[in-house]
């Protein structure tokens, strides 16, 4: 059974910094994409970033390029959101997400910017 367990959401002031863990079990890992998304209240959820199994990253959204980036550590089934220069738009509920198959999400991380 795959599982994603995210941690690392808090709340911080614009211009921090947070980074975003996500664990993953039940698949091989290293030939994973892994993706990051985000929901904001009333928002659709949108992709974040994505990163193939090789660490070939290959998407990021507009709106975070330059100030977030996406990485993984395939010897501990791990992949990591590093999130600078955080905006109040950056607010939303952050997923960890492998496309498979199966597609499967985490259970979410709330990040929260204060202005």
């Known amino acids: 059974q795959v599982q994603l367990v995210e941690s690392g959401g808090g709340l911080v002031q614009a211009g921090g910094s947070l980074r975003l863990s996500c664990a993953a079990s039940?698949?091989?890992?290293?030939?994973?994409?892994m993706a990051w998304y985000r929901q904001a209240p009333g928002k659709r959820r949108e992709l974040v970033a994505r990163?193939?199994?090789?660490?070939?990253?290959?998407y990021y959204a507009d709106s975070v390029k330059g100030r977030f980036a996406i990485s993984r550590d395939n010897a501990k089934n791990m992949v990591y959101l590093a999130m600078n220069s955080l905006k109040p738009d950056d607010t939303a509920v952050y997923y960890c997400?492998?496309?498979?198959?199966?597609?499967?999400w985490g259970q979410g991380t709330q990040v929260t910017v204060s202005s």
């Open positions: 039940g698949i091989i890992f290293r030939i994973s994409t």
């Open positions: 997400n492998t496309p498979g198959p199966p597609s499967t």
């Open positions: 990163i193939t199994g090789g660490g070939s990253t290959n």
